[in-house]
């Protein structure tokens, strides 16, 4: 199987990322607040604008309370 391209694994992250946010009842700005990220900065995380760190993802998926394989898993990554 070829290789995602970065831009492909960002935005199906950031998906996965959604899905399960709006699936717990979290809103975006919540989300932001207790990973002690800005919202603008989650709102381009879940378009798959940038390239979040593993310190932050590490901090979201705490919020979300999931494990890195279940969020991947969900992205198809």
Known sequence: MPP???NQ???RLGE???VERKAQGVSQE???LK???NRS???SVER???NVSVLTLNKVLGVLKRKPSDL???AGL
Request: aromatic share 8%; no cysteine.
């Open 9 to 11: 694994a960002l935005k």
């Open 35 to 37: 990973a002690e990220v």
């Open 16 to 18: 996965a990322i959604r």
């Open 72 to 74: 991947f898993k969900a």
């Open 41 to 43: 900065y989650m709102g």
């Open 4 to 6: 995602i391209k970065k």
């Open 30 to 32: 919540d989300l932001a």
């Open 48 to 50: 798959g604008e940038v």
